[in-house]
């Protein structure tokens, strides 16, 4: 309906602008005109509008204005018939022509025709053309006159109604087609009217025998077998489904339902049983299982590349099951085939998985490999151009495949696909198939194949991660254990040599591994060798640092040397040559053992045949060669400060030693001398004259003087011997002060100082080394006291935070900044001459602050010159011996 | 009088001690250890001075025999030592001796020690 409200509606608009630019142009009789118009209303009628007038004579068209929208295209493209022509679908095009050949000669009243033309976008749309030829006196067409439209949606309309309608009449084809009825005793077989013209039976042919020979030879044995199951009364009635030959040079498929009659000894007399047509089921049933044979092919060839991914993650390390699985699976896959795995080696092509059902197939094909990378062969294209080479018929081969051919003739296939495994765009092998039959593997097949490449990449890819991983792994993990000896073992070089060759061995795959140390000598020595040959190698070293050896061209220059073929290689050192041919070693790499530029040695790796050291094993050896260098250093390190603590030990031994017995030497005189000067003075006091009295004294102060130095050089041995224990007890501190400061109250000078005791509250009980508290008191006091001439000396303690701070603060001299640390040294009085001026020993201070840290504590100094010093010691209130 | 051995191998320092004592005390003298033993024995002193340092038996070895024999072992020792070491000291009181001087003497420290041994 929608159609025709369309048309109707057109149909008033364009007959009015079509007939004005008609009665424009038309110079035409009354009567052509006349007919022209009925003609015109008629094509009207008919279409959608667009009307066209063709010039025959000069090939020219002219069109009304709707043209374009008539069937979307510009009258500037539709200029001549040629263009259009050029937009009928080739398959409409014949019946076009012909149409008009039709009409020109007279046959037609008119032109008309349905076709399909490619509209602007592209699509092919449906038109109907009419025409009206106009003729010139003599008959011939001088002009065509006619409308043209777009029909695209009536068609569509027309198609669904006509599928409509097929679809109808299929339902009804599976419907019973015909009744029969066999009498077994006459042997007659009855159709209805509708099976006969369904079967084309003719009547005269209406035997069982007939029926027999029409159905289908494949399905005979079946239909028969039913038949006698349903006789013998296996069966309560008849159903099969067989094919039968349809009379026309076809089969039909028809499902046969019989029931027998039986007579009372049960035999069957009668057959009666209908027949219904069930090709399209049939059909539709081979269809189906042909769909479902294709869907477990593809699930089959899933399952084999899952597979495939199966064994590649079980092994990692190995791509030869890979390799494996894809022929095994490849061989289930291409029926009547033998499928291959390759990769390219030294300009070779190696055969690295072959599966053939025929062994003896299978090993001729195997004797082809392996053949030389060459665009000769197959595989060497597929390799070298990295593409797919397809080889339907060996018959058909390539004369540029010659040795290829070769390689067919021998194995006797017939047909071969060779697909690269691509990586990185290079191929690093093929897997191929080789068939028995010519033709070309089908799309899905050779998409499989290429499955299976990218699997095989993906294996090769992942072993050698793996591989690398692992390397890298085993590197850093011998690298460390070298480490580990070189911390373990400082004092001899001997287990990390051992490690570092072990680790070499391991791996570079070196037969040999050895380390040459330069000696005191300033010669090459064999440091360390694991390999056999050793006499011979022995026979060579020691050896000069020069270039003329390996070991020594590495050390010179700093560098390392690699000699991939020691036998016939460039630059080889003659003792490099000969020392290698003498223990059979074919290629080898020196590194240099350097420390801070000096060479120590070389280490190096030999193979016993000819091959390249990779950048990586190059710098593993380095590594290693570092390792070394650091270990020589590390022992000679450790062997030098062993020396030195050795002799520092026995020095210090003799020291004290030597400080015991001086001690004793000196101290036995000076009793003497000391002792009768006092008898002297004591008994001779009141003989003598005044000023000798005054000599013996300077005598004996001066005795007394000699052995206050010689007590306390020997205290500082002591302390510095480490030989003085501190000996804690709990004291109360106050006490202790109060007592020193009494002890030196005798060497203040009492008219013009004053000491002064400043304690901050109640001091605490302390637990300390009493003896050399009281030392090291008295020590300050007695200084302060030595250098202080007037004004006071104060005693100041205070205790806080598990710490007591005792300071000695004097009005005297005071220090120069620039001497406060060095007053704590040995001998060291601020002023040098200040001795002679105001006695001391000069080592009171460094005693009294060694025992001071001995206790875990510190004195230090503060001073203004000329004002006064003040020297503070801090001690932990209960002392911890370092080692608790 | 009171008796005092002085046992010291210095001439010099024994010829010291006999002057700082000779007024006040008799006095015997040995050079070594095992003179010191038989003076011990023959003389019975009151007080016995011994140096360590002594040739043939030196005087921890002379103190620890004159402790162990049961005649002698009463009499008061004190050692005279130029070792000033604490282990010295040490090895002294050790050997059984009954006080510890180090040389050079101090005549007041010594004067008062003999008293004290002697219990005037």
């Known amino acids: 309906m929608r159609v025709g409200q369309a048309k109707a509606k057109k149909r008033g608009r364009s007959r009015a602008g079509g007939a004005i630019s008609l009665q424009k142009r038309l110079r035409v009789s009354e009567q052509r005109l006349r007919l022209l118009q009925e003609r015109y209303e008629l094509l009207m009628g008919a279409i959608n509008e667009g009307v066209y007038d063709w010039n025959v004579a000069d090939d020219t068209i002219h069109y009304s204005e709707n043209v374009q929208k008539a069937v979307g295209l510009p009258p500037a493209l539709l200029k001549t018939t040629a263009d259009w022509r050029g937009r009928i679908h080739p398959d409409d095009l014949p019946r076009y022509v012909a149409g008009f050949v039709d009409h020109f000669k007279g046959r037609t009243e008119r032109y008309e025709c349905d076709y399909r033309y490619r509209a602007l976008d592209g699509s092919w749309r449906w038109a109907r053309q009419h025409g009206i030829a106009l003729r010139d006196k003599t008959g011939r067409v001088q002009r065509v006159i006619g409308a043209t439209g777009d029909i695209t949606e009536f068609k569509q309309a027309e198609d669904a109604l006509r599928k409509s309608e097929e679809r109808y009449a299929l339902a009804t084809s599976a419907a019973v087609e015909g009744i029969y009825e066999w009498d077994l005793e006459s042997g007659m077989l009855f159709l209805t009217e509708r099976a006969k013209i369904f079967f084309s039976f003719p009547a005269d042919q209406l035997t069982p025998a007939a029926w027999n020979t029409r159905v289908h030879a494949e399905d005979y044995a079946g239909y028969r077998a039913a038949m006698v199951d349903h006789f013998k009364g296996r069966t309560p009635h008849l159903e099969h489904e067989y094919r039968i030959a349809d009379g026309q040079g076809g089969y039909k498929w028809v499902l046969d339902r019989g029931i027998g009659m039986r007579n009372a000894k049960g035999r069957v007399t009668k057959l009666v049983g209908a027949l219904s047509d069930i090709t399209q089921r049939k059909r539709a049933e081979i269809e189906l299982r042909r769909a479902r044979d294709q869907a477990e092919e593809a699930l089959e060839q899933q399952t084999a590349t899952a597979e495939i991914l199966g064994v590649m993650s079980s092994s990692p390390t190995d791509v030869e099951p890979v390799f494996e699985a894809i022929v095994q699976s490849g061989i289930r896959l291409f029926e009547g085939a033998g499928v291959t795995v390759t990769r390219p080696e030294n300009g070779q092509v190696r055969l690295m998985a072959i599966a053939e059902r025929d062994p003896e197939r299978a090993r001729r094909w195997k004797e082809r490999f392996p053949f030389p990378l060459t665009r000769e062969y197959m595989h060497g294209v597929a390799i070298l151009d990295c593409r797919m080479v397809d080889m339907p018929d060996v018959e058909q081969m390539d004369e540029r495949f010659a040795a290829g051919k070769r390689n067919f003739a021998a194995s006797g296939y017939r047909a071969m696909t060779v697909v690269p495994m691509v990586k990185d765009g290079a191929a690093v092998g093929t897997i191929a198939v080789v068939r028995d039959a010519a033709g070309p593997l089908s799309d899905r097949q050779i998409a ?54 072990e680790s070499c061995e391991r791996l570079f795959a070196g037969r040999i591994v050895g380390l040459n140390l330069v000696q005191e000598d300033g010669l090459l020595h064999i440091g360390a060798y694991h390999g056999a040959h050793r006499e011979e190698l022995e026979r060579i070293f020691p050896l000069p640092v020069t270039p003329e050896s390996g070991s020594g061209l590495s050390i010179v220059e700093g560098r390392v040397v690699h000699y991939p073929d020691t036998e016939h290689g ?59 260098a650091i270990a020589i250093e590390n022992v000679r390190l450790f062997n030098e400060i062993q020396e030195k603590g050795r002799q520092l030990e026995i020095a210090s031994r003799h020291k004290s030693e030597f400080l015991a017995n001086m001690s004793h ?14 008898i002297v003075m004591r008994r001779s006091e009141e003989h003598i004259e005044p000023k000798q009295y005054e000599n013996l004294e300077k005598i004996l102060a001066s005795g007394q003087h000699l052995l206050a130095l010689i007590n306390s050089i020997l205290d500082l041995a002591k302390v510095e011997a480490g030989r003085v224990e501190v000996n804690p007890g709990e004291i109360g501190l106050s006490p202790v002060l109060e007592s020193c400061a009494r002890t030196v109250e005798p060497l203040v000078k009492a008219d013009a100082v004053t000491l002064v005791k400043e304690f901050d509250g109640a001091l605490p009980q302390m637990v300390v080394d009493e003896e050399k508290l009281r030392q090291i008191v008295i020590n300050l006091l007695s200084n302060a006291a030595k250098f202080t001439s007037r004004g006071s000396i104060r005693l100041q303690a205070h205790a806080s935070n598990g710490s007591v701070a005792i300071a000695v603060a004097d009005t005297g001299i005071g220090i120069p900044p620039d001497k406060l640390e060095v007053i704590f040294e040995e001998f060291a009085q601020a002023d040098a001459s200040s001795t002679r001026v105001y006695g001391g020993t000069g080592l009171g201070l460094t005693i009294a602050r060694r025992l001071a840290r001995l206790m875990g504590g510190e004195i230090t100094a503060e001073s203004v010159l000329g004002s006064g010093s003040t020297f503070t010691l801090t001690l932990p209130l209960r002392y911890a011996s370092p080692g608790a | 009088m009171k008796t005092i051995l002085i046992v010291e191998d210095v001439a010099l320092n024994r010829e010291l001690l006999v002057q700082l004592l000779e007024d006040d005390y008799r006095l015997v003298l040995a050079a070594d250890g095992v003179a010191a033993l038989e003076r011990a024995a023959e003389a019975k002193p009151d007080l016995i001075l011994m140096d360590l340092s002594l040739p043939r038996m030196d005087g921890w070895e002379a103190t620890r025999r004159l402790k162990a024999d049961e005649t002698l072992s009463r009499i008061p020792v004190i050692v005279l030592s130029a070792h000033a070491m604490r282990g010295h000291e040490d090895r002294a009181r050790a050997s059984g001796c009954d006080d510890f001087l180090t ?18």
């Open chain 2, 103 to 120: 040389k050079p003497i101090d005549e007041t420290l010594l004067f008062e020690k003999i008293a004290r041994h002697l219990g005037d």
């Open chain 1, 570 to 628: 460039d630059g080889v050192p003659a003792r490099t040559r000969q020392g290698c041919k003498a223990i059979g070693i074919k290629s080898v790499l020196f590194a240099p053992m350097l420390w801070e530029g000096r060479g120590t040695g070389a280490i190096f790796v030999g193979r016993d045949h000819v091959s390249s050291f990779s950048e990586k094993e190059i710098a593993l050896l380095r590594i290693f060669a570092d390792q070394a």
């Open chain 1, 448 to 501: 499989l194949l290429k499955t299976f490449a990218d699997q095989a990449v993906i294996a090769i890819e992942n072993v050698r991660l793996f591989n690398e991983t692992r390397e890298s792994l085993d590197q850093q993990k011998a690298s460390a254990e070298v480490l580990g000896a070189i911390s373990s073992s400082i004092a001899d070089t001997a287990p990390v040599f051992d490690k570092i060759l």
């Open chain 1, 665 to 678: 030497e000196l101290r036995t005189p000076l009793n003497a001398i000391i002792g009768f000067t006092r």
